[in-house]
């Protein structure tokens, strides 16, 4: 879909639907010479979401929309809402150019409005249909935004979030035999290659054994498939500010390992990937919106699968920093294969800050369900930055501690560390939290445990339970605008 952003001193053209945004109880400002019949318009009250598809009795729109805002402060989530409601509508019609026209009540903040409504069109577009015999075809090509000149700064921006937030779904959304470990690295290449300022850097089993990351290869062993650590880097033109570093797990198949889950549900983790795709899809918007920031985005990459060769309860493991880890659960991979990515992040690019997102603990679901990602460091300010940006992007963050006690219940008998608490500590993700802070060094750090957030959220008319959420991407986006 083509995005044309245009003011409203400017005409309009001919158009298959016109959009008309009304704030609740508000007279509708039509562009000059469109009419549309009275009893539409008369029974059109503006409550956010309300929707009347009509025909135009004049002008040069074939059919007219017009699209509820609702009463009182115009939020952010409001704009994105209407923008996803808006692409869907126009899909579900088969206009193939639409145009939506705003008028001047749009506000002051009409920056954020623009980019949340272009965040919620193109995310309300997503659907991964590939894999279907006859699948639709998007039939919406065109799209032109008639707004003032801020709001359209904002959509510019708010087009490419959104289109990051659907590469990080995609990625998620696909299969596990399709989105193996070397699938995530062409995917990851992708990106650098289309991109003047990323590079790439594809870190092998052969380069894993060399720096001595014996936790994360440890959990490859069951699977056919290599591991791969992905270490994307962006850079911009100007000297750098910050330097930070994202950190997200790439596990493309969870089958638990020899401590097999159970068969109800397994394919959902497919979703295990989650936080890589948020990282790979954080990278790919930074590389658009080319901030004034060194940005580094790693994804260790693995399947966890049983077999002969696999992790068995018991097996004692090495991490890249010399920590040895006693395998108790050969499910609680994620942990194993972050500790590595951490201290090479913490070793080789020294960043100011980092935050690593996964899908750690089934109990973060237990804790804050699916609308509130979970979060916990080393590093109170910083998490507090994440709390904020989840206000600024509606993916919520809630903090969780990581107490001196829960650092306890991962104190190993054999070796240093055990991945797994005892009996009876509960805290599930909290220990899982202080298990990963053995490997942060003293680089500020955050812990975002997607596992709740990743899929399975409740409708917001641009995600739903039946998809990934592509949660993250608009979370890190926003936090790393707040560091530049
Ligand atoms: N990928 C899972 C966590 C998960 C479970 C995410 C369910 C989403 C839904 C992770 O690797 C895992 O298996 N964690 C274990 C840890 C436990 C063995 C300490 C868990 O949560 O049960
Ligand atoms: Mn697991
Ligand atoms: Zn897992």
Redo the contacts with the bound molecule.
């Keep these: 879909m083509k995005l044309v952003l245009k003011t409203t001193t400017q005409n309009l053209v001919k158009t298959d639907l016109l959009i008309i945004t009304a704030r609740e109880n508000s007279r509708l400002t039509l562009p000059r010479g469109v009419k549309v019949p009275k009893l539409a318009t008369q029974s059109f009250g503006g409550k956010s979401r309300e929707m009347r598809l009509t025909d135009a009795t004049s002008g040069l729109a074939a059919r007219v929309l017009l699209v509820g805002l609702g009463s009182g402060k115009l939020e952010s989530e409001t704009l994105r809402r209407c923008g996803a409601l808006i692409s869907q509508k126009a899909e579900k019609i088969s206009a193939t150019s639409t145009t939506v026209w705003f008028d001047k009540s749009v506000g002051k903040s009409a920056e954020k409005l623009g980019q949340a409504f272009a965040e919620g069109l193109i995310m309300g577009a997503y659907q991964l249909s590939d894999f279907k015999s006859n699948s639709p075809k998007a039939q919406l090509k065109r799209l032109a935004i008639h707004a003032s000149r801020e709001f359209n700064i904002g959509a510019k921006k708010g087009r490419i979030i959104g289109e990051a937030n659907c590469l990080a779904r995609r990625l998620q959304d696909t299969p596990a035999n399709l989105m193996r470990p070397c699938d995530l690295v062409s995917e990851a290449r992708k990106i650098a290659s289309g991109a003047e300022q990323v590079t790439s850097r594809i870190i092998d089993e052969k380069a894993m054994a060399k720096f001595g990351m014996g936790s994360l290869l440890s959990v490859s062993r069951g699977s056919s498939e290599p591991a791969y650590l992905i270490h994307l880097t962006y850079k911009p033109k100007r000297k750098a500010g910050k330097k930070l570093c994202l950190i997200g797990k790439g596990?493309t198949f969870?089958a638990?390992g020899i401590s097999l889950k159970p068969s109800a549900k397994m394919d959902?983790?497919k979703y295990?990937m989650s936080g890589g795709a948020a990282v790979l899809g954080a990278m790919a918007a930074i590389a658009e919106l080319k901030p004034n920031i060194e940005l580094h985005g790693l994804v260790p990459a693995s399947e966890n699968l049983p077999d002969g060769k696999a992790n068995k309860p018991g097996d004692l493991v090495t991490a890249m920093n010399g920590t040895t880890i006693e395998v108790l659960?050969t499910?609680?991979?994620?942990r194993l294969i972050l500790a590595d990515a951490l201290v090479y992040a913490e070793r080789k690019i020294k960043p100011d800050a980092m935050v690593d997102l996964a899908?750690?603990?089934?109990?973060v679901?237990h804790a804050l369900g699916h609308e509130y990602t979970g979060a916990m460091g080393n590093n109170e300010s910083l998490i507090e930055e994440l709390v904020e940006s989840g206000k600024n992007t509606g993916e919520l963050v809630w903090p969780l501690p990581i107490h001196e006690k829960h650092a306890d219940a991962m104190t190993g008998k054999v070796g240093d560390l055990k991945n797994?608490s005892g009996p009876g500590i509960g805290a599930?993700s909290s220990t899982g939290g202080a298990f990963l802070k053995n490997f942060v060094g003293d680089i500020p750090w955050v812990h975002l445990d997607i596992?709740g957030s990743a899929w399975g959220a409740a409708d917001r008319d641009y995600q739903n339970g039946d998809t990934g959420t592509g949660v993250g991407v608009r979370l890190l986006v926003d936090w790393i605008e707040q560091n530049t």
Excluded: R
């Excluded at 899908?359 to 109990?363: H, K, S, V």
């Design positions: 596990l969870d638990g959902e983790m295990d659960n499910d609680a991979e994620g899908t750690l603990t089934g109990a679901l797994i599930g596992a």
